[in-house]
């Protein structure tokens, strides 16, 4: 069996595992932070969930495919245009996703039973996690798919399969999750890093979520 062909039976295999814990978590009611914060060890569940994400799109991939290690080693600063639009997106990110947490904080009633302290462990993982998940779609995928097919279409079947992940989100979620893959594909194309992805990507979950952690967790002391 030739190492290509090892690659891409790992990358389903990895693909698989994480679309079924996500399946298994969506029946547990645990799919996102504001659910965890909100069931008995919803975060310690959730936590390892992004550990095990952790392992297989990121230290698997970063072992067995060397080649691919620059997309993480070195960060190139692009031309200026692209640097423009870079910026552009994180400040478009950062507004919906404060829109959004202001939305969610002013319909929400519920306190949670943790506390915000809890935040700094949970953070710590979920950023990680971001990485490496980045690093397997918008880098171990994209580029397996560009060795036998044409950029254009490697983006189809990279965003297919990142829909694909989230289909046990929100519909809002599934949707956007079209226009925001290819933004994320092309950065990492245009870039030959995946650090622009993981910072629009984190710019646009990072706000939110330590909104929502604040307004679940710490807001109660204080209201």
Wanted: hydrophobic share 55%.
């Amino acid at each position: 069996m030739s190492t290509s062909v090892i690659i891409w039976v790992l990358i389903s295999v990895s693909f698989t595992t994480y679309f079924i814990v996500s399946m298994i978590y969506k029946k547990m009611g645990i799919n996102n932070l504001q659910t965890a914060l909100m069931v008995s060890n919803g975060l310690r569940l959730l936590n390892l969930k992004h550990i095990l994400g952790i392992v297989l799109f990121g230290i698997l991939f970063y072992i067995i495919i060397p080649e691919l290690r620059f997309l993480v080693d070195s960060v190139i600063i692009p031309k200026l245009h692209i640097l423009f639009i870079f910026f552009g997106i994180i400040f478009l990110c950062v507004f919906l996703s404060k829109h959004s947490a202001n939305k969610y904080q002013h319909e929400n009633t519920f306190k949670s039973h943790y506390n915000f302290s809890n935040a700094w462990v949970y953070f710590i993982i979920r950023f990680a996690f971001l990485l490496c998940y980045e690093f397997f779609f918008r880098g171990v995928l994209l580029f397996k798919f560009l060795e036998s097919t044409s950029l254009p279409i490697a983006i189809v079947y990279g965003t297919l399969l990142y829909v694909l992940i989230h289909i046990f989100d929100s519909r809002k979620e599934i949707i956007g999750a079209i226009p925001f893959g290819v933004v994320l594909y092309l950065f990492t194309y245009l870039t030959n890093s995946i650090w622009y992805a993981f910072f629009i990507h984190l710019s646009l979950s990072a706000v939110y979520e330590i909104s929502v952690f604040y307004c679940l967790t710490f807001n109660k002391y204080v209201s």
